[in-house]
């Protein structure tokens, strides 16, 4: 059985001499792949050991590299990532918000790693997962990872042993000042739907940022960069299921089929930079079918 | 202006002699009322001073009980509270996800308050609000109240600071290994609406607790009180806005209009007694109108 968590008698911290040291210890339970796991399940441990030129590692928050593209041969990476194996079991991870064990390996260029060997440095969750760019012409799956230390832990707050219950944060939906003009400009009505969800007294909506705030992305919390949106478009525009196109259309991720176009209000308007850069996080290398623009306008409002 | 948030030179601590000073320091702009804000932006402050015998101060953690049902006369409570003015400010500010200034005043039987006069303690988020029974027959609106020290600080992970924002936290959608279970059993799709979210890769739903999770309620975390819920149908159950009646049968909380059974698989069964305490939560005093069982059973399936 897969465990996802710590795993029974090895602290955080704890020392392994090589790859099947932490095999035999079951805290990474595969001896090659960077990544253990299934895309079914989740995956329960990764060794981040500077193998990819382009992992960003600050201590509690790393930009992970997916796996895959490389030649048998010579290890180089010469083809797109796919969101399979390994890399779609880290998305699963996300989706589902289970903890993944975090090992490090040594690497001289990296301030977080062990000088020697491999260190079990406790679990992380993956907050978000993105295609990317890596080598010109080839995209790789990226993943945010944050050490629990820096998630919240619900089931701290409960007073008294009794009611607690080992509980994970799924999904943690922000807001800010900026948000909440967005909101209040939309009357709470989904961009993408129309829907708002009526809730006992008043109205419920988010606010979901077009690029997303935070490293590596480092959008702007501005109102040319949030749209208002029901929770369910908001998880389907953050997992890249929907974008839009550049006339603002409602682009199916999925099928690729452009819907219709986002509801706008007056007083704000996005900012097409913003869209862009989303839209490439997910579109990757496949081209959306484009509409001539006439049909296009025609659908307006 | 209202303010959310700390208030410029008040630090988390300050100690003042009476409401005036609490006013004049613009911490809490209200001399008599305890829940100083507004239905439509939010509350910005609270006062906790053992008003209600039944506020329960637990630090980290309040459970506050809203305001209104006294006779002006005796101060005594005599009517239902209503989810209107200090109560609904409070409500908007846990769908807006808004901070609230949180000041004790003297309280003997609190561990919490301060000796004499009143303390500003910082900030809390209200993560959750219901309906509940106060003295026989009357039933009060209750607030639970998470200090942010206990709250995830979503800029604090942003390495450097060009990218930090200034977040809250809306909402934050909890996982356990049961809810994994039922997520699966049901193949992510919502048994409100049918509807499973389809994101690249993969498919997206969250489980909702029946019964919640944590204190004052303290739920349990089995299969029996858990549902599988698209994001959309969880806020709504989670706000009030849809429950369960005996039959299973969707109740809409504002037209009070019967709906379709809710979805079932086999393996899952839903306990009556925690949809019964959900229910109980939010249908306050208001019967429910009931259709004959002969009817609810032809609508099966």
Redesign the interface.
Known sequence: MRIFGHIDGIPVGASFLDRRALLEAGVHRQLQAGIAGS?TEGADSIVVSGGYEDDDD?G??IIYTGQGGNDPATKRQVADQQ?TLGN?AL??SC????PVRVIRGRNPDSAYAPPRGFRYDGLYYVEEYWQAQGKPGISNWRFRL?SQE?????E?????P??R?????????????V??RV?ELHSYACQVCG?A????????A?GAHIRP???PH?GP?VLANVLCL???D???FD???IWLDDDLCVVD??LLEIGRRLRTVAGHEVALAHVRYHREL?QGRYPAPRQPAGVVSSELG
Do not use: M
């Not at 701290?156 to 008294?160: H, M, N, Y």
């Open positions: 895309a600050f509690d928050l969101l779609a998305a699963e989706r589902k918000g289970l944050i820096r998630r919240p832990t619900p701290a707050v409960e007073p008294g009794a009611s219950v080992a509980t994970t944060v799924q999904r943690l939906v922000r807001s800010t000042a948000v909440q909101k829907s969800i009526d809730v006992r007294g008043g109205w419920y988010e705030l935070g490293h480092d919390d029901c929770p369910n908001h998880v389907r997992f890249g299921a991720g999925l997910w």
